[in-house]
């Protein structure tokens, strides 16, 4: 036998796409070892580490000249997961491996032979089900995540012999039975909205913020809690539903941040890139195939910008489409991807860069042109896609030393998941309620409609911001447990609104 196929998968965006790895082998002096397919450098330099794999785990290497191809052939293939078939297709071809229909392989191999760990294992998983493969070998790093995909046994292998030996003798092996959610703390389980000292308003409007999926900007000199704030955000959100922890962990195990060991991820992601990060570090891209961003990393949960006026203006302006939209679209020579992007934005700034503009007890020390500057760096379009403005001052002595602190996070996580419920009914979270729905949902008496006039004239709200303060209203309605949104509801919903137009006008 000269000719042997085996089935691998390439990682394109966050879906895998199946790959037909051919290796030939034929008399040749020069005992070449060639790759074709639109091979990148990983894929080229795998020579050499399946050369020394055959060799070291005692199969030997063919006195022959070697030529794989990657099929489809007009598809650049990237990373060493094609190690484990590469050299699976040269064991068949020498005879030593029977046929391996019916099975895909991704891996990459080490010098004496050993199996690591790749990315993509979940996806590569949903591939081999979507086309009707029934067995996959991956790393035994990676079988808890691809064993989530249900259809498709998965075996978990540590070295090139023991795939060897699984193929003579499958009944000798079992499947991995899975995992279930991983085991890691969320970000803001192990904190309590109880530590924080007063700043009942911002509590306030986290928790509006939380019940319906709303973007929010806190803005507050240095030291008020902003931070304290968002980091306990993640304490107060629903758990995750399979589906969405199916998507967030096939993203992670993309990214290559998968935990060890896991499964299916049971938290909802919290990412604080530095103010540092690149147009690709947020929003996803790079060089060869892009990768997720942080705007990815957080799907399904929290995407937490501190020092907001920091970032560079070009960076955070390419966060309008994955706000409006809840996805990623990078189009480059080759392709275009599409990465998922729902998450909510939860973002902190001072008033300056000195930090104490509008602060009665200290003196701020900035001019108005520079505090124009400095809040000129975020964009009247961005601002109107975070749908609350929430002022943090600096928390008074009184309250400070007080004793009591307020609702905890088990007691405030009760009201947004009965929130939530509501809006689970209606097919969607108010956050992203359908334009054509708005008015239904939304639905004001004759005070609503004229404490909504009013604002929209005073504040100069675009039609963005108007749609989202009615939003807002109808969460506020929801946590109320009231089916129509009244007055009330709308007047709290200008208050969240009304912070940006004082600072930025």
């Known amino acids: 036998m000269a000719l042997f196929r085996v089935r691998s998968?390439?990682?394109?965006?966050?879906?895998?796409?199946?790959?037909?790895?051919?290796?030939?082998?034929?008399?040749?002096?020069?005992?070449?070892?060639?790759?074709?397919?639109?091979?990148?450098?990983?894929?080229?330099?795998?020579?050499?580490?399946?050369?020394?794999?055959?060799?070291?785990?005692?199969?030997?290497y063919p006195s022959k000249s070697v030529t794989i191809n990657l099929a489809p052939a007009?598809?650049?293939?990237?990373?060493?997961?094609?190690?484990?078939?590469?050299?699976?297709?040269?064991?068949?071809?020498m005879g030593k491996v029977a046929s391996t229909e019916d099975h895909l392989f991704v891996g990459e191999l080490s010098l004496d032979g050993a199996v690591r760990p790749v990315r993509g294992a979940l996806s590569i998983a949903a591939c081999a089900r979507k086309q009707g493969i029934s067995n996959l070998l991956v790393p035994a790093e990676n079988a808890a995540e691809a064993a989530v995909a249900d259809g498709v046994r998965v075996f978990g292998v540590r070295h090139l012999a023991e795939v060897v030996r699984l193929l003579e003798n499958p009944q000798g092996f079992s499947p991995?039975?899975?995992?279930?959610?991983?085991?890691?703390?969320?970000?803001?389980?192990?904190?309590?909205?109880?530590d924080v000292r007063g700043q009942t308003t911002a509590k306030r409007a986290l928790e509006v913020a939380a019940a319906g999926g709303h973007n929010l900007l806190l803005v507050g000199p240095p030291g008020s809690g902003k931070t304290m704030l968002a980091k306990r955000f993640p304490a107060i959100l629903p758990p995750l539903t399979f589906a969405e922890a199916l998507e967030t962990t096939q993203i992670y195990s993309v990214a290559g941040l998968l935990p060890k060991g896991c499964g299916l991820m049971g938290e909802r992601p919290?990412?604080?890139?530095?103010?540092?990060?690149?147009?690709?570090?947020?929003?996803?891209?790079?060089?060869?195939?892009?990768?997720?961003?942080?705007?990815?990393?957080?799907?399904?949960?929290?995407?937490?910008?501190?020092?907001?006026?920091?970032?560079?203006?070009?960076?955070?302006?390419?966060?309008?489409?994955?706000?409006?939209?809840?996805?990623?679209?990078?189009?480059r020579a080759q392709m275009t991807l599409s990465f998922p992007a729902k998450f909510m934005l939860i973002a902190a700034m001072n008033p300056c860069p000195c930090g104490f503009y509008g602060d009665p007890t200290r003196e701020c020390r900035c001019t108005g042109g520079i505090i124009q500057r400095y809040l000129g760096k975020i964009s009247g379009p961005l601002l109107d896609r975070i749908d609350l403005h929430i002022e943090v001052p600096a928390v008074p002595y009184q309250e400070l030393?007080?004793?009591?602190a307020g609702a905890t996070s088990a007691e405030i996580a009760a009201r947004v998941g009965e929130a939530r419920a509501i809006q689970t009914s209606r097919g969607f979270y108010n956050a992203h309620i359908p334009v054509r729905q708005l008015r239904k949902l939304c639905a004001l008496d004759e005070a609503g409609e004229r404490t909504l006039e009013m604002a929209v004239r005073r504040m100069g709200l675009s039609a963005r911001a108007h749609d989202r303060m009615l939003k807002v209203a109808r969460t506020?309605?929801?946590?109320?447990?009231?089916?129509?949104?009244?007055?009330?509801h709308l007047a709290e919903a200008v208050q969240y609104r009304s912070l940006d137009r004082n600072y930025w006008q």
Do not use: W
């Open 74 to 93: 007009n598809v650049r293939k990237e990373g060493a997961g094609f190690d484990l078939p590469m050299a699976l297709g040269i064991l068949g071809a």
């Open 401 to 404: 030393r007080g004793g009591d």
């Open 476 to 488: 506020v309605a929801d946590l109320d447990k009231s089916e129509r949104v009244t007055a009330k």
């Open 270 to 331: 919290f990412r604080s890139p530095h103010h540092t990060v690149s147009d690709a570090g947020l929003i996803g891209g790079g060089a060869g195939t892009p990768r997720p961003g942080e705007v990815s990393l957080s799907h399904h949960g929290v995407l937490f910008l501190d020092e907001l006026p920091e970032f560079p203006r070009n960076v955070l302006e390419q966060l309008r489409q994955p706000l409006e939209e809840g996805c990623v679209t990078l189009a």
């Open 176 to 194: 991995h039975p899975g995992a279930g959610p991983a085991s890691a703390a969320q970000p803001g389980a192990a904190l309590d909205f109880r």
């Open 9 to 60: 998968a390439a990682m394109y965006g966050i879906d895998a796409h199946l790959i037909d790895v051919e290796v030939d082998m034929y008399p040749s002096s020069s005992r070449d070892f060639i790759t074709v397919g639109m091979p990148d450098t990983a894929v080229r330099e795998s020579r050499e580490r399946i050369k020394s794999a055959l060799i070291n785990s005692g199969f030997g």
